[in-house]
C-alpha cells in the first residue's frame, strides 16, 4: 500500500505567539511556551479536519507499484481509473498542491530513474484532492518488484509564509486554541462550532 511521510515541514507556525496572546487576552509572558505548544496542536487538529496542509509541506509517497492504490478518492492515500477522462490517476492525499518535485520509480534493472513531468499532468481542483494524471498518449513506465519502486515527491500548502494563509482559516485556529486554553481537561465534541463552520469551505471532500 502507499505510504506518506513529511520530507520537509512547514517553516513556520501560521499563527504568532503574540496573536495568540492577543486573541486570549493574555498579556503575561508565564504561558507563552504553553501558547506556542496550542498553536501547533490547534493547527495539527485544523489540518487534519481539512485534509489539507496550510503552510507548504514537502512529503513522500511511496508505492510498490503503479495501481498499488488503484482504488477511489473515499481512501485516505490512493489512485484511481477516471471514468470521466479514461485516465489513470494518482491521488494525493493532501490538498492545496503547490507542486510535484519530482517522480522516480526504480526500471526493470532496479535503477532508479526519474520519470519526466512531460508525461504526466498535476490537477489541483478545489475543495477535492490533488491528483497525477497520465498525460495523453503517455503511459506508466515497468518498474522493478520492490516495497518503495515508486515515490512521489509534492508540496501541498497555500504557500510558504504564514501570510499565504487565509484569515479565516487562521481564526479557526485561534477559535480552537481559546477552547483549548479555557478547557484544560478532555472534551466530548471536536472543535468550537464556530471554527467547524469557518473551516467548512475549506474542507477537501471526498467522492
Not at 14 to 22: D, G, H, V, W
Not at 24 to 43: C, F, M, N, P, Q
Request: hydrophobic share 35%; net charge negative; charged share 15%.
Amino acid at each position: 500500500m502507499a505510504r506518506l511521510t513529511i520530507s520537509s515541514a512547514a517553516s513556520t507556525d501560521i499563527l504568532t505567539t503574540a496573536e495568540a496572546k492577543t486573541h486570549l487576552r493574555v498579556t503575561h509572558s508565564a504561558e507563552d511556551t504553553y501558547i506556542g505548544t496550542l498553536i501547533k496542536v490547534a493547527t495539527t487538529f485544523a489540518e487534519k479536519y481539512c485534509a489539507s496542509a496550510f503552510v507548504d509541506t514537502t512529503y513522500k509517497m511511496t508505492m510498490e507499484n503503479w495501481q498499488d492504490v488503484f482504488v477511489s478518492n473515499s481512501t485516505p492515500v490512493g489512485g484511481f481509473y477516471s471514468p470521466y477522462t479514461g485516465l489513470s490517476q494518482i491521488l494525493l492525499p493532501k490538498s492545496p498542491i503547490s507542486s510535484v518535485s519530482s517522480i522516480t520509480y526504480y526500471d526493470t534493472d532496479n535503477a532508479q530513474q526519474t520519470w519526466a513531468s512531460s508525461n504526466y499532468n498535476v490537477l489541483n481542483p478545489e475543495n477535492q484532492k490533488g491528483f497525477i494524471e497520465v498525460a495523453d498518449g503517455s503511459d506508466y513506465p515497468s518498474i522493478y518488484s520492490r516495497g518503495n519502486a515508486i515515490t512521489i515527491t509534492f508540496i501541498s500548502g497555500y504557500g510558504a509564509a504564514a501570510s499565504d494563509v487565509p484569515d479565516t482559516i487562521k481564526q479557526a485556529v485561534l477559535l480552537i486554541i481559546g477552547n483549548l486554553y479555557e478547557k484544560r481537561e478532555d472534551m466530548v465534541h471536536r472543535m468550537p462550532t464556530s471554527a467547524e463552520y469557518l473551516l467548512e469551505p475549506f474542507r477537501i471532500w471526498e467522492y
